[in-house]
């Protein structure tokens, strides 16, 4: 039977060392979060497990000596039932944010008041607004890739490309900002398929936006680009034909400044919502009277909160991805393997965590 002293020695040594863990609730994304749990309790942390109660964790597969928290989200039946994974991870990412924000603020607030205060976050890349909501608390966050090997052998790649001059591509300006593309066809409303663009705003992602809205001009389209304020497209790249709105992005010294691209991306996730809302909405008000109404937007797969704001207001939109072609084939190989029933079920196990 253990004394009031070793109690109280053991409740000491776990302060600073309680985790909150949120995974993203597909299967291939929660069983390595919770794999990472097993072990960081099994190292004397105090496991917290904050999850939506879409695709719920399944009872029998909990662990007893972790805290699980339970999260709302209002998904229709449609909604619910989707199959594209960019669409999923849209919704879950516009719908997810407050019901995060009030759960993490009670577990915070209870940990400040139990003397034993949560250390950090640990989260899935994919939930982008994670890591805002946690800064917002200035707590720290952990970022868990569970991609497979080859994802992280790409990844490791990047550093070395960069020593040898192959990145940035030579000729590119980096940290230009993405653009909404609003298209028209010039022959009139019965023919005005008119669609929003939204790139990254990166070059890479940039250019190969305003690529497609030049050709889609040459079919007879008519093209307004929306882009933010904060590294804005220079005036000299614009094509004249276009009409362009500028959006308010308000970004602090720090945030404009980071080289942490997920970071940067779901800072924009964040801060893009109202403004690109409301500058949509003036758009569309506009084609009212117009003969040539907007017909859909076209995004980047990278800007999630795109898709719900057009959901708010009907519009159809199109996800462009501006990767290259061996990540195209890649894409396509997935289906061609699922097709003839091939499944990957290999699953890595860390050997040891150094904490």
């Known amino acids: 039977m253990q004394t009031k002293n070793n109690l109280d020695s053991k409740m000491e040594q776990s302060k ?13 994304h929660i069983n390595p979060m919770l794999e990472l749990a097993n072990i960081l309790h099994s190292k004397g942390f105090s496991v917290a497990i904050i999850h939506t109660n879409f695709n719920s964790l399944n009872p029998s ?8 928290h339970s999260t709302p989200v209002d998904l229709t039946e449609t909604e619910a039932s989707i199959k594209d994974l960019t669409v999923v991870l849209s919704i879950l990412n516009a719908k997810c944010v407050e019901p995060f924000r009030e759960c ?11 003397g034993n205060p949560i250390a950090s976050l640990i989260s899935d ?35 070395l490309l960069k020593e040898k001059g192959y990145l940035p591509i030579s000729g590119s300006q980096p940290h230009k900002l993405s653009k909404t593309v609003v298209l028209r066809n010039s022959n009139g409303a019965e023919q005005s398929p008119e669609s929003d663009t939204l790139p990254l705003p990166f070059q ?20 307004t680009i929306i882009h933010t304020r904060f590294n804005s497209l220079n005036p000299s790249t614009l094509n004249l034909h276009f009409t362009n709105h500028t959006i308010p992005v308000d970004l602090s010294k720090t945030e404009a400044s980071t080289k942490n691209f997920p970071l940067l991306r779901s800072t924009l996730n964040a801060k893009c919502v109202e403004p690109f809302r409301e500058c949509l909405a003036v758009l569309l008000s506009d084609d009212v ?13 990278f800007f999630d909160f795109t898709r719900s704001v057009a959901d708010i207001f009907k519009l159809p939109r199109i996800m462009f991805k501006d990767r290259g072609c061996h990540f195209l084939r890649c894409l396509c190989g997935i289906s061609t393997a699922q097709g003839k029933g ?10 040891s965590v150094a904490l």
């Open 125 to 159: 890349p994919f939930f982008d607004f994670t890591r805002s909501v946690a800064e917002s608390f200035e707590l720290p966050t952990i970022m868990l890739k569970t991609g497979g090997a080859a994802s992280l052998a790409v990844y490791a790649a990047f550093p």
């Open 289 to 301: 009277t117009s003969e040539e109404p907007v017909a859909c937007l076209i995004s980047d797969t």
């Open 204 to 223: 890479v992602h940039i250019y190969p936006m305003l690529e497609l809205a030049n050709i889609l001009h040459t079919k007879g389209f008519s093209i």
């Open 342 to 351: 091939l499944r990957t079920n290999t699953r890595v196990h860390p050997t």
């Open 16 to 28: 600073g060392r309680r985790l909150i863990l949120c995974p993203l609730p597909l299967q291939g």
């Open 104 to 114: 993490l603020a009670g577990l915070l607030s209870d940990g400040v008041h139990s």
């Open 61 to 68: 597969t909990r662990n007893p000596h972790f805290s699980y």
